[in-house]
């Protein structure tokens, strides 16, 4: 054999010898197991698939920031999921690490798990790039790694969301239908949005005017910013109803107990509210609901870790899983509270309280996620 194909020999087997390192999952055809829970976010969606081993399995949570009530709430449901009894025996150890808003800090931790051999590690990524190196570490370990909330942009692993567009059409939906019931076809909507510049926020608010628009109605819509905060949107909504006097509906992307507050102070009738998933909120929903406060609550629940962790394991397993999961959204209405299953008078107006998702099996307590606490697991 001559040099040349001595050397084309070699570099074909380095070449296959560095494909096998980082290979990373494996795309194939869907379906995949539990549809309804781990839906394709649309039909392009690819699925990937990694080797199943047996477990049970060694799952980090990696945090970054924690400085939010909701972030406190996530790390705590992240722990009351991994007692809970339908993962609990597939769980060999679990850890959990808030690293900051520095992405090497977070970026190292990663790390750290994957040298460690943990199977799985979930993150809320501090920063949508600079995760390749990861990405490339966790193909050649074999570990699946899952961004859920603040996802990446990449299609390289698989991520967990909640889709914001359908949220707003759906709020949107719900107010129209209600409306239409009182024989309305028009008439003045107040919408309290998020904060500017979020992609959160535009896209909950294309998805509520998308509805509006083609619904033939002549709607009028009044738009303040509330920044997701009680006391900002219980202001701004208060400023409104006293220069615009009346509303036939509200739509409001956070801070709704603040928004139905300033209704009862101002005297303003209880109207259709469309809102996220405070326990306040859903507490006056319950209490004022016969007076005309029909609503909807629906929110980016801290629960997302949960389905992040289920699917990590489901990925484990060797199922098909598709590349980005599309979380069924987490509704309440008002016909359909019950104290103690989907609010609870006992706990704080600020507890975010969707954290059932009937589709998936995963229903958390409060008490439960309330009993833990937000400090790292090492």
Known sequence: MNITAKLTMAIAALAATSAAAFAGPEVVEGPGPEPECFAPWDESTKYLQWPAREGP??????????????????????????????????????????????????????????????????????SPDGFD???????????????????????????????????????????????EAQGKTSGKIL????????????DRSVGIHEVLDASGGDWEVVQ?????????????????????????????????TGVVQAMIDAGHPFVPVAGESENGFRKLIAEHADEGLKSISIGQSPGLVAIAMKAAISALEGNPMPQLISVPLPVATYDELEDGVNYWSDLPDNFFTVNEFPPCGVNISGPAIMAQTEEDVK
């Open 57 to 126: 399995y060694r799952i980090a949570v990696v945090n970054g920031f924690v400085g939010n009530t909701w972030r406190i709430q996530m790390i705590q449901t992240a722990k009351a999921f991994a007692q809970d009894p339908s993962v609990a025996d597939k769980i060999s150890e679990f850890k959990v690490v808030s690293t900051g808003t520095d992405a090497p800090a977070q970026l190292g931790a990663i790390e750290d798990f994957i040298n460690q051999g943990f199977d799985a590690i979930v993150t809320i990524a501090v």
């Open 133 to 179: 190196r990861v990405i490339r570490l966790a193909d050649r370990e074999d570990v699946v790694l899952v961004p859920f909330d603040n996802v990446l942009d990449t299609d390289k692993v698989m991520q967990v969301n909640e889709d914001q567009l359908e949220m707003g059409r759906t709020w949107a939906r719900f107010v129209l239908k209600e409306l």
């Open 191 to 202: 919408e309290v949005r998020g904060l500017p510049g979020n992609s959160v926020d535009r």
């Open 224 to 256: 303040v910013v509330g920044n997701w905060d009680d006391g900002t949107a219980q202001k701004v909504t208060a400023d409104a109803i006293a220069v615009h006097e009346r509303f036939d509906a509200i739509i409001t992307q956070g801070g709704s």
